[in-house]
């Protein structure tokens, strides 16, 4: 079964850290380019990072460039998100995602297999 899993969510205060997992199963998360969504309360889904499972190319959004690193670990299958200097406005359901092709973007009509989110509660 081709499914991703998204953990390590919860809460924590403004200024500190935390790192998601998104765990690839039925299918080799090397071939493919990963990434990774987040939607607030009331919030359209945006956008926060991807990579491209060959090269390991990222590109990131602008509101998390600079705090946010995306990683994966072929052997574990497994893409990161390292999230530091958390903001309240960071607050939301983190998903991943999969895409296939060598354009690495964040357009997410061309991202499939979505995971069922993890959340992060930035808050003192």
């Known amino acids: 079964q081709v499914q991703l899993v998204e953990s390590g969510g919860g809460l924590v205060q403004p200024g500190g850290s935390l790192r998601l997992s998104c765990a690839a199963s039925?299918?080799?998360?090397?071939?493919?380019?990963i990434g990774w969504f987040r939607q607030a309360p009331g919030k359209e889904r945006e956008g926060v990072s991807c990579i491209d499972g060959r090269d390991g190319n990222t590109y990131y959004a602008d509101s998390v460039k600079g705090r946010f690193t995306i990683s994966r670990d072929s052997a574990k299958n497994t893409a990161y998100l390292q999230m530091n200097t958390l903001k309240p406005e960071d607050t939301a359901t983190y998903y991943c995602?999969?895409?296939?092709?060598?354009?690495?973007?964040?357009?997410?009509?061309?991202?499939?297999?979505w995971g069922q989110g993890t959340q992060v509660t930035v808050s003192s």
């Open positions: 039925g299918f080799n998360m090397s071939w493919w380019n």
């Open positions: 995602a999969r895409m296939w092709g060598n354009r690495l973007h964040l357009i997410q009509s061309s991202y499939g297999c």
